[in-house]
């Protein structure tokens, strides 16, 4: 159509309306910040053609967003030219309802779906959503735009459609086509930055930072062949690295914004020279500027002389984070199944006893439903486990698309459901678990997740298992018989659950816990009703306050706290106070775990002062961020003479 004289293009013809869409997995109050399509907002707004063909539009939505609401938002005000939807397991069913809706507002649009639940699982896709046209099977910021390009130009789906690698696509007659595969950008130089461009917006309506954390990546790839892993495609692949540079700036705009935590999106942190020089820069702009305050990330899998470096310096720095050991099994037959057998990780003793020498936050995971892996192996594994690192992230098997379990599913003889709430698909059963075995497991995954993993109960393992012999296995076991015959309300959301363990399941089980003050009085019974009566009389007193310790210093909820006890430091409200307590707990803990064995300390009167962030509930998702919000010791100071134990 030619322009009017005197008219520019924009003026006379309409610019073409992108609309990309991705959703969060939690319900929380902030929004998880949009990475995936923040890179291609910034990919089509540099390209050349469509920075002046298209208007492109972010729109993020929190996990809890219905599907209503979300056609609301995308649809209302002006129905789109493309939809682009970033796929997640948790999204996938939204992602097809989003897509049946805009093909009868708009007939002649283009659907575009990527992420790793859809790569590669072309025929899947299309059969369940005849509405999708096309499937992006790998990173998306070079594909994405020659797609669009390709488009405009009247030539998409034929012939361009052809000439695009790394997409499967309908073509006019209805017959599915998969292109050759597009190999990851090697210059990701070339990629342009969502955060310098602008493309993520930053702030609210009232100027701050919109999300709940900050995330980035300071490379793509991963060296590793996980058989229950995908990682963003990249498996098996040699690490490439974002410019210092680049990054260096990219932190600045996150300190200009006061965020206080920064999520990386990488596989193996703490592996490359460039990461110990990320953190040197990450230091030197937190001496500078107060921010960020906590880093967390994926660690390499195998610790190096490179990560023991980066891991001091983040404690001289007082730069918090968790350190991870990702274990998956202790089992040998699972391990060889997972491709994991000879990684250096098996040596994890070692490692574990460094960390907690060193005083810092550590935690393992471990995988339920691994082929080799029995009921009794795994419950074998995870008590062994909980002597060193007793927070654990026990996470049911999922086969996740494009992994060599998916691809061996006969040969493992896997059985899977898909979730009732995403789009995964859970194990049910395999060669060496039964479904009765796995029903039989999930009321201990959910305390195993709610409880352990989010440092619920920091002290009271090591105690127990010394002075009742209980391990930590026995006493989630025991939590999740007493509240499944607990009557009380409060406790219906911390009962076993009837089927396979969900997300959902388990986040409703971290808020009772973490926010329901009658579910604290309810633990309260419980350890009078289970736990005391298992220990001998001449150490009740002293389990006693090892349990009260715990739950004292569990988080605050601002709402319960007298104003006049609020104060604002640095933009986070702090509350404190002092506490006296019988014995020192976090000696006793300390001492406990120490190895080699260290002479106990004797119980003595200790006054602690104790300080606690308010504010958790718009991070109550992230057990990782909700963990400082745990109370913190200030100071401790022994009152009077210890006296001998009994």
């Not at 069913?93 to 649009?109: C, D, I, W, Y």
């Not at 789009?423 to 060496?432: M, Q």
């Amino acid at each position: 159509m030619p322009s009017t004289p005197g008219r520019s293009r924009s003026q006379s013809v309409r610019r073409k309306r992108i609309a990309l869409i991705q959703q969060g997995v939690w319900a929380m109050p902030l929004e998880s910040m949009p990475l995936a399509i923040g890179y291609l907002k910034a990919a089509i707004d540099a390209d050349e053609i469509l920075k002046d063909e298209c208007e492109t539009i972010i729109v993020n939505f929190r996990g809890a967003t219905s599907v209503g609401s979300a056609i609301a938002a995308v649809f209302a005000t002006a129905v789109p030219d493309v939809l682009a939807i970033s796929v997640f397991g948790w999204n996938f069913r939204e992602a097809m309802v989003l897509s049946e809706t805009f093909k009868q507002l708009n007939p002649a649009g283009l659907v575009v779906l990527g992420g790793t639940h859809v790569a590669n699982q072309g025929e899947r896709v299309f059969r369940l959503c005849p509405e999708v046209d096309v499937v992006v099977n790998g990173e998306g910021e070079l594909t994405l735009p020659e797609v669009l390009r390709a488009w405009l130009a009247g030539e998409f789906p034929e012939p361009g459609g052809h000439a695009i690698a790394g997409i499967s696509f309908r073509q006019s007659d209805g017959a599915m086509v998969t292109t050759k595969t597009r190999p990851g950008v090697l210059d990701l130089s070339t990629i342009v930055s969502p955060f310098l461009t602008g493309a993520i917006p930053m702030t609210d309506e009232a100027g701050k930072f919109r999300y709940d954390v900050a995330i980035m990546e300071t490379n793509r790839g991963c060296p590793y062949h996980c058989a229950f892993c995908y990682w963003g495609g990249a498996i098996g692949q040699k690490f490439r690295n974002f410019p210092r540079e680049r990054l260096m700036a990219e932190l600045e705009i996150f300190a200009h914004y006061k965020v206080h935590s920064i999520i990386l999106c990488d596989s193996n942190f703490g592996m490359q020279a460039a990461d110990e020089q990320f953190l040197e820069d990450v230091i030197k702009l937190r001496e500078r500027t107060g921010y960020p305050r906590s880093i967390e990330t994926s660690w390499t899998k195998n610790k190096s002389a490179t990560f023991y470096r980066i891991v001091q310096q983040m404690k001289a720095a007082g730069l918090h984070t968790s350190f991870t050991i990702a274990l998956q099994t202790l089992d040998d037959a699972a391990l060889r199944g997972m491709n994991r057998r000879n990684m250096k990780l098996n040596d994890w003793q070692t490692l574990a006893r460094w960390l907690a020498a060193e005083g810092l936050d550590t935690y393992a995971e471990i995988l339920w439903g691994a082929p080799g892996e029995t009921a009794e192996s795994f419950l074998h594994g995870y008590d062994e486990l909980s002597l060193h690192v007793p927070r654990i992230a026990a996470y049911p098997l999922m086969l996740l698309p494009n992994t060599e379990y998916s691809d061996k599913r006969q040969e493992f003889g896997l059985v899977t459901t898909r979730g009732q709430s995403d789009d995964f698909e859970y194990v049910l059963a395999s060669n060496t678990m039964t479904f009765e075995e796995n029903l039989a497991m999930q009321g201990f995954l959910l305390w195993a997740r709610a409880c352990a993993e989010n440092s619920f109960f920091r002290y009271i393992w090591r105690p127990l298992r010394a002075y009742a012999g209980l391990t930590q296995s026995q006493v989630l076991t025991s939590l999740a018989r007493w509240f499944d015959a607990c009557g009380d309300p409060a406790a219906r959301a911390l009962k076993s659950p009837t089927t396979i363990l969900e997300p959902a399941t388990v986040n409703a089980a971290v808020r009772a816990l973490l926010l329901d003050p009658q579910v604290r009085g309810l633990l309260s019974q419980w350890w009078v009703e289970q736990i005391r009566p298992l220990i001998q009389p001449e150490h009740l007193s002293l389990l006693d306050e090892v349990f009260r310790f715990d739950m004292m210093t569990l988080p605050l909820i601002a709402s319960h706290v007298d104003p006049g006890d609020i104060a604002e430091e640095d933009g986070v409200l702090v509350h404190r106070r002092s506490e006296p307590f019988d014995l020192d707990v976090p000696a006793l803990v300390t001492a406990l775990r120490a190895e080699p064995p260290v002479e106990l300390p004797a119980p003595a009167p200790t006054m602690f002062e104790l300080s606690w962030w308010l504010g958790l509930e718009a991070h109550i998702d992230s057990h990782e961020v909700s963990l400082q919000y745990m109370g913190r010791i200030e100071r401790s100071d022994q009152l009077e003479a210890a006296r001998p134990v009994g």
